[in-house]
């Protein structure tokens, strides 16, 4: 049985640029220059969300996710070309619900022998649709690497070859254990039809298949190889011993410390305190926001040392870089989330990392976590395209929690932010520190109103009401801006979104 009957295109090409139409052949060639035209499906958003999708192409069909397959020629016009895809997917979720999406999509290039048009499916107000990614659709071997004919294993081998010379022993038993055990699960669900098997076979090679992509387009630097081979090991360990969890997501750990009861917890070789995050289609990977929240936790309860070992593990996997003369920090996260491409930072690990890292200086007096977190807040000062995370709004400086979209304002991720620039300010005085938190509390206050719908709070701008959890978090972080700032219109709010929870039979907030 095939593991998933992915993704063909109907592909229509202009007539009036002279151009054949590829509908039930596509043997015929068309006059004057020839240019190959080859169509992928990237695996990222909606991708995630469904275990089978066909399209078809004429008489052709695309059978793997990332993989570019010739589809036809079309010819060129005055040095252009014109290509108009009519797209239509069938498929399912794991549910087993069906889907299906048709789009319409005319995309131009400057003449090129072959040209890549890549394809993302997602969901738009619970509908299956599809569009083209431009950044990835192209000329190949101009904009679009040749690489992207290579698969997940083969080119991420070359891109380790090429920063170690050599593929280090340790990668490649790890990569021979990752073959075997999606083998077999997919044999599980030959033989049983078990969806389970299907979705643990596709988690279990999420990491392969996601890093061998980021090795493809834009090649793997030192710390995206370490931060591929913790991935690859906390998969092996899960995986070797349980199927995917059954829940869209869930949290795994390879360790005893966690201030929760619920994470899923691995007795095996790798010696990491990182929290790791399990999505659906995605596997394991570790999350700096959740090491980073985990750590606040652990210092407010005074357990220093549990606490200062979140910060030491993570401080193994950040990225340092130099803008504008001036040094900086990054936490990259290295999993598909939304429609975001790899690696990508979140607002929230920086503000919060600044400020931990502060407050690991002050206990401590270690001189490398103050220079730590001093790279933290340098990385306030990066543009969204070096990798930031600040967007400037209407509203004032707002910090992202999800930097691939800066139209998202994540409420509780921008305030925890605040949070930990506000601990880098008691710990330093920092002058810079402290106007980073008074915009961002500006910002804060501006935008309060288009959070609350007069029933209950929103977690974003553009997403709808926030989960309870949340919407108690809102609370807390309001009271919390409120202690720190002294101003009561953030304690009216907490104080008005309290009373949602009334209204609702909900227990309130302790608001002190």
């Not at 793997?64 to 036809?72: E, L, R």
């Not at 929240?293 to 401080?315: S, V």
């Amino acid at each position: 049985m095939k593991l998933i009957k992915t993704i063909g295109v109907l592909i229509l090409v202009s007539l009036s640029l002279g151009c054949i139409t590829v509908e039930d052949s596509i043997s015929s060639s068309p006059t004057g220059s020839k240019v190959e035209i080859y169509v992928q499906i990237d695996e990222k958003s909606a991708a995630f969300e469904l275990s089978e999708i066909q399209v078809k192409i004429g008489n052709k069909t695309i059978n793997d996710f990332n993989k570019p397959n010739f589809v036809g020629y079309v010819s060129e016009n005055n040095g252009e070309v014109e290509v108009t895809f009519v797209v239509n997917a069938n498929g399912k979720d794991w549910y087993g619900k069906k889907v299906s999406a048709r789009d319409l999509i005319n995309l131009k290039f400057p003449y090129g022998e072959r040209i890549l048009i890549t394809l993302e499916l997602y969901y738009e107000d619970e509908t299956l649709r599809i569009k083209p990614e431009t950044e990835k659709s192209g000329i190949i071997g101009e904009k679009i690497p040749d690489e992207v004919f290579m698969v997940s294993e083969e080119v991420l081998v070359k891109e380790i070859r090429k920063v170690y010379g050599e593929v280090p022993n340790k990668i490649k038993e790890e990569l021979k254990i990752n073959k075997k055990i999606r083998e077999e699960f997919l044999s599980k669900y030959s033989k049983t039809g078990n969806i389970t098997y299907l979705r643990s076979y596709r988690d279990s090679f999420y990491a392969i298949r996601a890093f061998g992509e980021l090795a493809k387009w834009k090649g793997l630097s030192m710390l995206d190889i370490k931060a591929f081979n913790l991935t690859l090991k906390a998969n092996n360990e899960y995986y070797s011993k349980y199927p995917s969890p059954q829940k869209d997501f869930s949290v795994v750990i390879f360790s005893e410390n966690t201030p929760y009861y619920s994470p899923i917890k691995i007795k095996g070789d790798l010696n990491t305190s990182l929290p790791f995050l399990y999505y659906r289609g995605r596997g394991l990977s570790y999350y700096p926001v959740s090491a980073l929240h985990w750590a606040d936790i652990y210092f407010k309860r005074g357990n220093y040392e549990i606490a200062l070992q979140f910060l030491n593990n993570l401080q193994e996997f950040m990225y340092f870089g130099n803008y504008n003369s001036e040094e900086y920090a990054l936490f990259l996260n290295y999993f598909h989330f939304e429609n975001s491409s790899i690696p990508w930072v979140s607002g929230y690990a920086q503000g919060m990392g600044a400020g931990l890292y502060a407050k690991a200086y002050q206990i401590t007096k270690n001189e490398t976590y103050l220079k730590t977190a001093k790279l933290l807040l340098n990385s306030f000062d990066l543009s969204l395209k070096e990798n930031g995370f600040v967007s400037n709004t209407k509203y004032g400086p707002w910090y992202l929690e999800y930097n691939y979209n800066s139209n998202e304002l994540v409420l509780n991720g921008h305030i925890i932010a605040l949070q930990g620039l506000y601990y880098y300010w008691e710990v330093t005085k920092d002058e810079k520190a402290w106007q980073l938190f008074q915009a961002g509390v500006e910002s804060t206050k501006k935008t309060l109103p288009i959070f609350d719908t007069n029933s209950w709070s929103k977690y974003s701008n553009i997403h709808g009401d926030a989960s309870e959890f949340y919407h108690r978090l809102h609370i807390q972080l309001l009271k919390w801006l409120y202690d720190v700032t002294g101003d009561e219109y953030f304690f009216n709010y907490a104080r008005k979104w309290n009373n949602y929870l009334i209204y609702r039979g909900l227990p309130p907030e302790d608001l002190g």
